[in-house]
């Protein structure tokens, strides 16, 4: 599948860094951008690079199925792991799952998994921590992205360490933040300058 250039930069960035290193990163992608595109294309590489298997972690029901469906488009199979979807099954080398789910039955994920990522990823909750470090204990390799349309929470500012330009988020800005490094970021103007999202009216009567 031919990826919007946006889509193609924000892949081989993450690329890029999970082959030289282990740190946690992020995408900045604003809705619109498809990001279930771009889960697709990183679970694929990491599957067909590694062998192992790949964790694609959402929210909601609806996100496990959307992001499988796009991952389904590129021939290879996949498999569902939340019981909101219907199924727990880890028989593929690429898995959608819901968190809840995934912790229920953490002592199955092993080894076997060379990364996770994780959609929505502003929302990392106990849950999605407790799925990490059980994983973690089995590979301390394992590589963990994050892709949000919303970096920031309330209170506690903005959840990565390090921007794309190397420099580290001021203190002030950020407390105790997850994700190690922002790897790229595209905005909803951006989007809407290159012709992919239809600019907003304001309906004033």
């Known amino acids: 599948m031919k990826l919007r250039p946006y889509q193609q930069a924000a892949v081989d960035k993450t ?3 999970i082959t030289r290193c282990f740190d946690s990163c992020l995408l900045d992608l604003a809705t619109g951008a498809g990001k279930s595109l ?21 929210p909601s029901k609806e996100l496990v199925e959307q992001n499988r469906e796009k991952y389904l488009t590129y021939g ?19 898995i959608f799952g819901s968190p809840q789910t995934v912790l229920n039955s953490i002592e199955r994920f092993g080894s076997q998994f060379a990364a996770v990522i994780i959609d929505e990823a502003h929302g990392i909750t106990p849950t999605i921590k407790k ?28 959840i990565y360490e390090i921007e794309p330009n190397g420099k580290p988020v001021p203190e002030t800005q ?22 992919f999202l239809t600019p907003p009216v304001a309906d004033i009567r």
Request: proline share 4%; hydrophobic share 40%.
């Open 15 to 17: 690329v890029e860094h």
């Open 38 to 58: 771009i889960v697709a294309e990183i679970a694929e590489f990491i599957r067909n690079k590694s062998g192992k298997k790949v964790l694609c972690l959402a």
């Open 76 to 94: 290879q199979p996949a498999s569902i792991f939340s019981a909101s979807a219907g199924d727990k099954c880890l028989k593929h080398q690429v």
């Open 131 to 158: 799925i990490l470090e059980a994983m973690r204990e089995h590979n301390p390799r394992i590589r963990l992205i994050g892709l949000t349309a919303t970096p920031y929470r309330t209170g506690t500012g903005y």
């Open 174 to 195: 950020t407390r105790e933040p997850y994700f190690k490094k922002l790897l790229h970021q595209v905005t909803a103007g951006e989007l809407i300058d290159q012709g």
